[in-house]
């Protein structure tokens, strides 16, 4: 295993366990639980190589279309618009499918890319694409609308798609989505509600009325360098557990946390891209290593821009979207869909480094030749 993956996992979950206890200290043992089982999870399927993966991707990824249909119909959630997330049988069979989605386009595009190339059939990639964002948006969900899209482009480019096709594919489907975006907008209210309201809101610094932000800005202030404790006085943070969780993690740690956070997720990055160049050392590039590339970028995109986007949001910069931090916040359906994708990175490094005769540390490993014994 990547030792520099488990320390980033590690740090997230220990961050994350910190925060929730922070904002509800009667989560605390639940959250906890459920972040050791994840870690235990990763290390469980990171023992598999990429090919298992790509084996049971279309299965996995039909169930996940099928649940995305299903929570139209039966969901539960949201209460914006009407927006219907989750799927709640009783018990622990209570998630959110767009969260399982992500990991599944990654996986399924993987597969098709690996077996068919990029030369063609990118109607297929694109349906696929298309498919689970529209799902999504209907629930609806735009946070996680965005980020799937943006998910399958990257996936596309990590395949070797030209970016002069990717973007005339962005074009194409831009000029087809004009006709019914004002439908969707008058539909669901909230969306141009929220966004307006937040640029206002940069506009006028001088609002009496503290909004989320403006909250969770101040248990950020609150932490200092070091933090306060789990157990310091602070303001009640709306989210504080789950979207904002970043701002009970400041709290408790101070800058110190919220800089081993984003350290974390730079590792993650680092350690995506580093599989990905050393793929392409690997001539000819047969399929296997291919899709072990494409699902190791698509694993860390899909961890790392939904942090960005979070992170985003919890500084001002983006309006309030409702996405979880990868990895930290509370909410089991995010925190198993991430743990997966880390195993998936795992296995894609494993399987680059061995054909390419690398050693855990990333060097060559030496082969030594038999010394001949000296002639008679």
Known sequence: MSLQLVLAQVLLLVLGVIGVGTARPDLIVDHGSKAVLALGLTFLLSRFKPKFFTSVALLGF??????????????????????????????????????????????????????????KKLISATAM?????????????????????????????????????????VA?????????????????????????????????????????????????TQGGLYGRGPDGPKYSLPAGHTDMVIASVAFSTGLLGVVTVIFAYWLIVQSGLSVAELAGRIRPMTPEIHAASIMAVGAMFMIVAQAFVNLAVAV?????????????????????????????????????????????????????????????
């Open 316 to 376: 001002g910069l983006f309006p309030v979207t409702g996405v979880p931090l990868s990895l930290v916040s509370y909410g089991f359906s995010s925190l198993l869909s991430k743990s997966v994708a880390l195993a998936v990175m795992h296995s894609s490094i494993r399987e680059i480094h061995a054909h390419l005769g690398l050693t855990k540390s990333g060097k060559k490993e030496r082969k030594f030749e038999p010394v001949p014994a000296p002639a008679d």
């Open 62 to 119: 039909l169930v996940c279309i099928a649940l995305l249909i299903l929570v139209l119909f039966v969901g539960e959630g949201g209460e914006w618009g009407g927006g219907k997330r989750w799927l709640d049988f009783g018990g622990p069979l209570r998630f959110q499918p767009s969260e399982f989605i992500k990991l599944a386009l990654v996986l399924q595009l993987a597969s098709f890319f690996a077996r068919r190339g990029v030369a």
């Open 172 to 220: 194409a489907l831009g000029l087809l989505a004009l006709p019914f975006a004002s439908n969707y907008l008058e539909r669901h209210p909230y969306i141009t509600e929220r966004f307006f309201g937040h640029v206002a809101e940069l506009k006028d610094t001088n609002t009496k009325e503290a909004t989320q932000i403006d909250l969770a800005h101040r248990d950020m």
């Open 129 to 169: 694409i298309m498919l689970s964002t529209v799902l999504v948006l209907v629930e609806p969900d735009v946070g996680s609308t965005v980020l799937i899209f943006s998910l399958g482009l990257v996936l596309m480019f990590a395949a070797g798609v030209k970016f002069t096709s990717i973007g005339g594919f």
